[in-house]
């Protein structure tokens, strides 16, 4: 079984449009994240949710929202694509509770290409 | 900010051991990881060592911390094939959820 899975796993679209990549994860984790890869491999987090709760939101463009319907489940969308957004975006999850409350687990990534 | 740093590449022949090293700066760091990622695959978490400890052994891989020095490395020993991947040097306190990722180091093996 699969414990972070995230959907699509490539994403070919037009600049202008919006998409979302969802991520789901069966290991009963409290906490989500995203991050972003570059072209150069560069790892950055975006965004990290506690329980349905925003908790980390760095510096990312207002036009990347995420949404966590459940404490299973964290979904980014994202509107009015740009050239710049091209990346692979990662999804994690972590505990929160315990000696590996700290522990991310990752999922395969979305591979977004913009054109 | 708190910074991680690895050096960008490290070629090693097959059957040697590699040993790729990181720095960090961050003094609260409570944990320290080191992931693997394959082309074209996710990360995945190889090992991680709690800052109060020295080292930590699993198999292949023998990962030894320097805290004094904020000195992290990861040997691997026997190098293969397989091990061809770039590996990322992590660290996090309990100050936030916030794991901060080094550049990655990409291991290439010689034949």
């Known amino acids: 079984d699969t414990a972070v899975s995230q959907t699509p796993k490539y994403l070919v679209t037009q600049m202008g449009n919006d998409k979302s990549i969802k991520c789901e994860q069966n290991?009963?984790?409290?906490?989500m994240y995203w991050y972003k890869q570059d072209s150069k491999k560069f790892l950055k987090i975006m965004f990290s949710?506690?329980?349905?709760?925003?908790?980390i939101n760095e510096t990312v463009p207002n036009r990347f929202s995420p949404k966590s319907p459940d404490k299973a489940h964290l979904n980014l969308h994202i509107n009015s694509l740009e050239l710049g957004d091209s990346a692979v975006y990662f999804c994690?999850?972590?505990?929160?509770?315990?000696?590996?409350?700290?522990?991310?687990?990752f999922g395969a990534g979305t591979r977004l290409s913009v054109l | 900010g708190e910074d991680v740093e690895q050096s960008l590449f490290l070629s090693v022949r097959e059957g040697d051991s590699s040993v790729i090293n990181c720095t960090y700066t961050?003094?609260?760091?409570?944990?320290l990881y080191w992931y693997k990622q394959e082309p074209g695959a996710g990360l995945q978490l190889l090992t991680y060592?709690?800052?109060?400890?020295d080292m930590k052994q699993d198999q292949r891989l023998t990962v030894l911390l320097n805290k004094k020095d904020k000195h992290l490395s990861l040997r691997i020993a026997d190098t293969q094939t397989g091990d061809s991947a770039i590996y990322f040097c992590?660290?996090?306190?309990?100050?936030?959820?916030?794991?901060?990722f080094g550049k990655g180091t990409r291991l290439h093996i010689l034949p």
């Open positions: 994690a999850s972590s505990p929160n509770w315990g000696l590996a409350k700290n522990i991310q687990y």
């Open positions: 290991l009963g984790h409290d906490t």
């Open positions: 949710y506690n329980n349905k709760e925003l908790i």
């Open positions: 961050d003094s609260s760091s409570t944990y």
């Open positions: 060592i709690f800052s109060n400890m």
């Open positions: 992590a660290e996090s306190s309990n100050r936030d959820d916030k794991i901060i």
